[in-house]
């Protein structure tokens, strides 16, 4: 993409994954027998390059906030106004975004990229609208070269902003009346699965509006060149939210902190991050699966598996904060529990 | 069982989960948006009989630990030493149970109901040793009736007192070198399941090994008349630890207390408590589910969908202690969040 320089993403420590694995076999557990957390610990310690890694504390969720001209297209029943709306009500602290954040110690950051109203100032907002809504991606592009970067850029500063200030676990967050339209089309787009296989009913549809969605979606993506570059397929049928995640992913793995990714938005732009810079991939930790099919097909796509499954649709940050807890146990896990000789346990 | 009177498991209260319900429709998200958190909400109203429910916290491990006679047929690679020696590395705040217990603020306490050696006294063990080990359950009972309605009573004891101290969610915890092997016998009787079907590896056993442990729980299996009650069959092939913990479930749910299971020395556990008083079953949240596939045959019989699956089989609830926060979570959830009249949001 002219114009945008993106940050470099290093590959993990290798010799921190290996201690972590060395660490792990010492412990006083039989080995292997903390399955999926003994991985993540080893992600950390590749991440941080530090093994044990640090407890990956205090945590930010940031929660980018959009409207999308698709929206006129009827493939939500809930009104557009609902995005300003909810914006304000996360700034009051009143969302489930907040009682998750509060339940797992993190704090709440909102970024306004392209919300079509305006929320009252805020400590917690950040006003970086790049237009008041994207165009209908039915009809032309979602947004310009331009505007895609911008957003991109403002997701990178907003990493690079909330590393400054401390923050060692990244979780992202988005709200955005239809933002599961140009999700399911940045999914299909960049997967090549069908539209009818990554569309789902988001805040609500029936199946007539579903039916309705779906090809919306196949109309989007149809009028995509199939060897346009990612910047491109972001522009075209993109969000503001979509490209903002996508630069916060990039920002968060340049700064080698690692990043859990929500439901389907964050995933959607997961794969634009992973196509504009693969090695973002190894700094991601998949919160959770949500319902909205696109996301597994995404997460199939990345290679990553989700750490919690308990049938969430609603976004916000909310399946992903539910994963915190167990990304700290994991690195709690590899800096507190004693090793076998430490302990005097005796081995098989 | 003659000599033993269990407490009163009242049902959940209709009126709170059905006003958590309402509460849930109102609040600011689409409806059944949070999935399996929303029931999750629900029951916490049922068990404790107020909507919202009050925060499930604090929050305490109780680790029941106990010795096996089975140990001698060579069920697992470890030697019997482990289980005092782990006793011990629990009370010092050295096991993955501490580390774990830490990130979720979790108390962790021991009750030695059985354990062959002594471990050094310690503010958090309490020493409440029906026997130094059961006997060996392919030679016949594992424990007398008067021995098995003991270990029961000593987890009812616990349970009122965790829940006297004023802790509002309690964890199963559990430490004994080759207790997976009596859960797999309790499993296979009180579901009908083959041995070979729930009979897993343990902390670690081999192709053959695996072979012999399939063997020796269908050899204590057969010993057993197939109109055995449940204390009979617990006394028989169980263990002072799945004794005690079917006590302590049955004790939490008789205060109204919500606890949650670990793997599949609890999930055997529960299924004794199921028999002796079916009530508890609504009382008890599936923590997560272990790779040992008896743990997954009983979930299903006593139809509880574990929260979380991360490929774990270590026991001493630490699986289980990965979901606190989740449960908290849908506590808060029906708690903090607004609703759409009192945030001004408008609605489909």
Request: one cysteine or more; charged letters at 15%; aromatic letters at 2%.
């Amino acid at each position: 993409m002219s114009g945008m320089e993106l940050p470099a993403v290093a590959p993990l420590d290798a010799v921190a994954m290996t201690a972590a694995d060395a660490r792990q076999a010492r412990l006083t557990k039989p080995p292997g027998s903390m399955g999926r957390l003994e991985a993540l610990g080893a992600q950390l310690a590749g991440i941080t390059g530090v093994c044990p890694p640090p407890l990956p504390e205090p945590v930010a969720v940031a929660v980018f906030a959009g409207d999308h001209g698709v929206h006129a297209q009827g493939v939500t029943p809930w009104p557009q106004e609902v995005t300003v709306q909810m914006v304000a009500n996360v700034c009051a602290g009143g969302a489930v975004v907040n009682a998750l954040a509060r339940q797992v110690g993190a704090d709440v950051v909102v970024v306004d990229v392209g919300v079509v109203g305006d929320a009252p100032p805020h400590e917690r907002l950040t006003t970086a609208k790049v237009a008041r809504g994207t165009a209908d991606l039915t009809a032309g592009a979602a947004m310009t070269p331009d505007q895609a970067r911008r957003a991109v850029e403002t997701g990178v500063t907003h990493a690079y902003r909330l590393v400054d200030a401390g923050y060692r676990l990244l979780v992202t967050g988005d709200l955005g009346l239809a933002n599961t339209t140009p999700s399911a089309a940045l999914i299909a787009a960049l997967t090549g699965a069908d539209p009818s296989e990554v569309t789902g009913r988001g805040a609500g549809s029936e199946d007539a509006m579903l039916a309705h969605k779906v090809d919306v979606v196949r109309r989007a993506v149809s009028r995509l060149d199939p060897d346009a570059d990612p910047m491109t397929v972001l522009a075209e049928v993109g969000g503001f939210e979509h490209a903002a995640l996508a630069g916060f992913l990039i920002g968060g793995a340049a700064r080698r902190v690692p990043v859990v990714l929500d439901g389907v938005i964050a995933c959607s732009a997961a794969l634009v991050a992973a196509a504009l810079e693969p090695g973002v991939v190894a700094y991601l930790v998949a919160g959770h699966r949500s319902q909205e099919p696109g996301a597994t097909v995404a997460l199939r796509s990345l290679g990553l598996e989700p750490l919690v499954d308990l049938d969430l649709r609603l976004g916000e940050g909310t399946g992903a904060l539910l994963a915190v807890p167990i990304v700290q146990a994991a690195a709690r896990m590899l800096a507190e529990v004693a090793t076998f000789d430490a302990a005097q346990v005796s081995q098989a």
